[in-house]
């Protein structure tokens, strides 16, 4: 084979290398336009189009940026305007009298106990009382300091720091109070209530108790109490790990106690004295402060309540608390909101001495005076008997001449026509006598000394008796001696009078109540503002640090071009707050029903402004939410545009392509059938 033939066969077999990659490439570049869907991905394809073609891909990526941050913010916006739709309708649901009645509803007073009946017996007189407060009212008596002996110092207390002190004897004419005694209640927050008592017994020393509720305004209490749960838990409210309404704090819970307020605890010592080893206790938290009533002390709760509170004051490690006293009345403030603490408190009250006095006998019988008879007058007789005596203990002897069935003796004179009708109507004296404190430091302290006493009373008696007493000095044992022998004109009446004679043990036994005082309004002043604004009481961090800016924080997004949304909202803004004080006076107004008018009526109008301004926040949230969804929609349109246009530069034609996809693999199938037959030629054949 001649050189020039090789040379030609080796450029054709070059050529046929050069066609089959040409082919190869070809069918390459139309099978990644078809799986790519554009012409090319190399920007040099396009020309003159390369310029607009970038500028409209940097237009999608911005516009699939802005919808991506829509969509980050978004579902953080549908969450918050949820929880304002549910605040709104808290709102506008407590606006109702069913929720919100326009009164408390009247009080319901419990059936007093009363401890010992022969002593202190009462009956509370609800129609003519005016109550203020839910109490335990303790109604004690002891014998008066001042008034003459029969008198007793009546002191009631509420258990909330009211007391009031006054002084009865039921031997006297009761006074106008509208058919009972008033007690009027001073200091604390149930002061300024009536009380009408009327009193069955009133005859030594004892105590009684009875309750008063406002069941309505208790209800309408715990409806508030639960609202403001609802409130907290939607204002800690979580999308994801972060807090809605914290702020800029994502991992910070926002809203603390939506009630707090610094506790404020009563400590009642009921009564108005004590005696010499009454042991009284205070317990705050657990740690005990007691005292002793030693014989040299004031008898006063006053004095006791006094000590306890200077032993409270002196703790060591000192309480967090604010302790003072008054009137027999602890106080016990926690310094700070956020502080509560535990009370309890116990009386022991020194042993007292039962006393009684025995059932009276007739150790000589009336005669008829001579020369019928020996003309011998009754005598009754009676002791004293016991141990000793307490202050307040009271002794009584009653004397009854003539038959109290038969009072102005006409059944008498029926059956004995033939006797004048002289004879004395039915009368019952009544003589009492009660150990009183100064009786007692006086030495009255046993019952001989009693029954002198007794003998001293007897001989005060008005209307006088037709009988007299022996005389002071005989001891425990009394006599009672008829004034007149028998009546020779009614010779069938033997006996000139009957005694009956009875102790009431007088029982001061202590008692001390302790009671948390119901919530109280907050000030309603507009504070000045600064920047930023203080923390409200029930923010999460309102203790540890008055302020943090961060607490009132807004999210921030990009939606478009030179537009950036603020949007959210925090639990500290101004309408939660007027919505919580809102709450907060409607939880007042239960708590005092005394007040339930005028707070409630405050309440009602902060309402109906909290109501207006969450509206006006929710309609924010809500635009805001509208301002998303359509700049969505709009960054949507315009990215499919763009898309078409961006297609138009780069697209293809598929049922274009894949037919020339098809016609080049044809091809290209044609041209490795001609190499397949060459495939055994060699550089050699060529050189050969």
């Known amino acids: 084979m001649s050189s020039v033939t090789q040379v030609s066969s080796y450029a054709k077999y070059l050529g046929l290398v050069r066609n089959l990659t040409n082919g190869q490439n070809k069918v390459d570049t139309l099978s990644e336009q078809l799986t790519t869907g554009k012409k090319s991905t190399d920007l040099n394809a396009y020309g003159a189009e390369t310029q607009k073609l970038l500028a409209l891909r940097a237009e999608l990526t911005q516009r699939e940026s802005y919808v991506q941050n829509i969509n980050t913010a978004s579902p953080r916006v549908k969450a918050a305007d949820t929880v304002l739709n549910s605040l ?76 009031t002190t006054r002084t009865i004897n039921l031997k006297t004419v009761p006074p106008s109070d509208g058919g009972g005694y008033n007690f009027k209640i001073e200091g604390g927050p149930g002061g300024g209530a009536v009380l009408n008592l009327s009193f069955d017994q009133l005859t030594a020393a004892s105590s009684s108790t009875f309750n008063v509720s406002w069941p309505q305004a208790n209800d309408m209490r715990d409806r508030v109490e639960g609202a403001l749960r609802d409130i907290q838990q939607l204002l800690n409210e979580q999308f994801g790990d972060r807090y809605l309404f914290a702020g800029s704090r994502y991992g910070t819970e926002p809203v603390g106690d939506l009630l707090a307020q610094p506790q404020s605890t009563r400590v009642t010592l009921n009564g108005s004295m004590v005696n010499t080893d009454d042991y009284f206790e205070v317990s705050i938290d657990g740690k005990p402060f007691g005292y002793q009533v030693q014989p040299g002390d004031p008898k006063t709760v006053t004095f006791v309540a006094s000590t306890l509170n200077s032993l409270i004051q002196s703790a060591n490690p000192k309480l967090p608390i604010i302790a003072s006293a008054a009137n027999g009345v602890i106080s016990l403030i926690s310094e700070d909101q956020s502080r509560k603490f535990d009370v309890t408190a116990r009386v022991q009250n020194s042993m007292s001495i039962d006393n009684s006095m025995t059932a009276p006998t007739t150790t000589q019988a009336a005669t008829l005076p001579a020369p019928a008879g020996t003309g011998l007058k009754q005598i009754d007789s009676f002791a004293l008997t016991g141990d000793g005596v307490d202050i307040g203990d009271t002794y009584e002897i009653n004397v009854v001449v003539g038959d109290p069935d038969d009072p102005f003796n006409r059944k008498y004179y029926s059956e004995h026509p033939d006797e004048p009708e002289d004879l004395p109507p039915y009368q019952q004296y009544t003589v009492r006598y009660t150990v009183t404190e100064k009786d007692y430091n006086n030495g009255v302290t046993d019952v001989s000394k009693v029954a002198d006493m007794l003998r001293a009373e007897f001989s005060k008696t008005s209307p006088v008796p037709p009988v007299t007493i022996d005389p002071a000095g005989n001891g425990s044992t009394i006599q009672l001696t008829s004034n007149s022998t028998m009546d020779p004109n009614h010779p069938s009446r033997v006996q000139q009078f009957s005694t009956s004679v009875r102790a009431v043990n007088g029982q001061i036994d202590n008692t001390i109540s302790v009671a948390t005082l119901p919530s109280q309004a907050d000030a309603l002043t507009d504070l000045p503002y600064v920047d930023p604004p203080d923390l409200p009481f029930y923010d999460s961090e309102y203790m540890s640090n008055r302020k943090n800016s961060k607490a009132w924080d807004k999210a921030a997004v990009t939606i478009d071009d030179g537009q950036t949304l603020t949007y959210g909202v925090t639990s500290d803004d101004r309408a939660f707050q007027k919505l919580v004080a809102a709450f907060r006076m409607a939880h007042v107004a239960a708590s005092n029903p005394g007040k339930y008018e005028e707070y409630i009526t405050k309440s009602r109008e902060l309402m109906a402004q909290a109501k207006d301004e969450v509206r006006s926040v929710h309609s924010k949230v809500a635009s805001d939410l509208a301002t998303l969804e359509e700049k969505k929609t709009a960054h949507t349109t315009a990215s499919a545009t763009v898309v078409e246009r961006i297609a138009g530069i780069e697209g293809i034609d598929e049922t274009e392509v894949a037919a020339r996809l098809r016609t080049s693999m044809n091809a290209l199938e044609a041209a490795y059938t001609v190499a397949g037959q060459r495939q055994k030629l060699s550089l050699l054949n060529y050189i050969a």
């Open 88 to 163: 709104e309708k808290i709102a506008t649901d407590w606006q109702s009298s069913n929720l919100m009645p326009f009164q408390p509803g009247p009080a319901t007073v419990t059936s007093p106990f009363n401890s010992n009946p022969d002593a202190l017996k009462l009956t509370v007189n609800g129609d003519k009382s005016t109550f203020t407060q839910n109490a335990r009212y303790t109604v004690t008596s002891t014998p008066s300091k001042d008034g003459v002996n029969g008198s007793f110092d009546v002191t009631v207390t509420d258990g909330l720091g009211g007391k």
